[in-house]
């Protein structure tokens, strides 16, 4: 009889490890809190950004020589092109631009870099009220660990948030720690880890809160799924289980 309480005791436990609570498992439980303010973060040009600089002008063809890519080449809009094409920052923060040289560009925001090129354009007398649209063209990020479908995304957008990327990459796995998301991200050559805890919300006006190209987000396996391998990995492992208890039950009263 104490060897049927002993068995009691540890099936009962592995299932009590095995159960996850709501706290593990829903997002922005205090949903309450979240302020109502919208703060993004600009994305700021980084070494190794690929920028697609087009310079436009109400003369089209005075406009033509400050562009890499014909502004009627049916190449313009194909991302893959655009990449080729496009300006590489150097490791200095430099891009080569046409006949303007080198132009400092790291730390800038896209909107900062054309207001900056179109103002180099008016003062020396290039061109008459031009427009410049400036974008990167590699932005991306990577997802590891245990979400649907890691690997590394691009993206068009200006900005998106950490929610957005998480949901490009199929969610967070019932087994991934919703409370210690890692985010590791490569700013002016210094690293820095941040730790976030997606059931809160006190993040949200954090500089986490928007993804900046080449973040790195990490989501780890919780307790049960690394030591899952170890003992039972489903039904098959629990009856075993069992059925290995039984009968040393069995020897033992014989």
């Given at each position: 009889?104490?060897?049927?309480?002993?068995?009691?005791?540890?099936?009962?436990?592995?299932?009590?490890?095995?159960?996850?609570?709501?706290?593990?498992?829903?997002?922005?439980?205090?949903?309450?809190?979240?302020?109502?303010?919208?703060?993004?973060?600009?994305?700021?040009?980084?070494?190794n950004?690929?920028?697609?600089?087009?310079?436009?002008?109400?003369?089209?063809?005075?406009?033509?020589?400050?562009?890499?890519?014909?502004?009627?080449?049916?190449?313009?809009?194909?991302?893959?092109?655009?990449?080729?094409?496009?300006?590489?920052?150097?490791?200095?923060?430099?891009?080569?631009?046409?006949?303007?040289?080198?132009?400092?560009v790291?730390?800038?925001?896209?909107?900062?870099?054309?207001?900056?090129?179109?103002?180099?354009?008016i003062?020396?007398?290039h061109?008459?009220?031009?427009?410049?649209?400036?974008?990167?063209?590699?932005?991306?990020?990577?997802?590891?660990?245990?979400?649907?479908?890691?690997?590394?995304?691009?993206?068009?957008?200006?900005?998106?948030?950490?929610p957005?990327?998480?949901?490009?990459?199929?969610?967070?796995?019932?087994?991934?720690?919703?409370?210690?998301?890692?985010?590791?991200?490569?700013?002016?050559?210094?690293?820095?880890?941040?730790?976030i805890?997606?059931?809160?919300?006190?993040?949200?006006?954090?500089?986490?809160?928007?993804?900046?190209?080449?973040?790195?987000i990490?989501?780890?396996?919780?307790?049960?799924?690394?030591?899952?391998?170890?003992?039972i990995?489903?039904?098959t492992?629990?009856?075993?289980?069992?059925?290995?208890?039984?009968?040393?039950?069995?020897?033992?009263?014989?």
């Amino acid at each position: 009889m104490k060897l049927f309480r002993l068995l009691g005791i540890f099936l009962a436990f592995l299932f009590i490890t095995s159960c996850a609570t709501k706290k593990e498992i829903l997002y922005f439980q205090d949903y309450e809190n979240i302020p109502q303010e919208v703060i993004l973060n600009t994305t700021k040009i980084q070494i190794n950004d690929i920028l697609s600089i087009s310079v436009k002008s109400l003369i089209a063809e005075a406009a033509e020589p400050y562009n890499r890519v014909s502004s009627t080449s049916g190449s313009a809009n194909n991302t893959s092109a655009l990449k080729q094409q496009g300006y590489l920052v150097s490791s200095t923060g430099e891009i080569t631009f046409p006949i303007l040289g080198k132009l400092q560009v790291i730390n800038k925001s896209t909107k900062e870099l054309e207001d900056y090129i179109r103002q180099i354009l008016i003062q020396g007398g290039h061109l008459k009220d031009p427009t410049i649209i400036v974008r990167i063209v590699n932005s991306k990020f990577t997802v590891l660990g245990a979400v649907g479908h890691a690997g590394t995304y691009d993206y068009d957008e200006e900005t998106i948030t950490l929610p957005q990327a998480l949901g490009m990459a199929g969610d967070l796995s019932i087994n991934g720690v919703r409370e210690d998301v890692m985010i590791i991200r490569e700013v002016d050559q210094v690293r820095t880890v941040a730790h976030i805890d997606m059931t809160k919300t006190d993040w949200f006006t954090s500089p986490y809160y928007t993804i900046k190209q080449n973040d790195v987000i990490v989501v780890n396996q919780n307790g049960p799924a690394v030591k899952k391998a170890g003992y039972i990995t489903n039904y098959t492992g629990l009856f075993g289980v069992v059925s290995f208890a039984l009968t040393l039950i069995l020897l033992l009263k014989n």
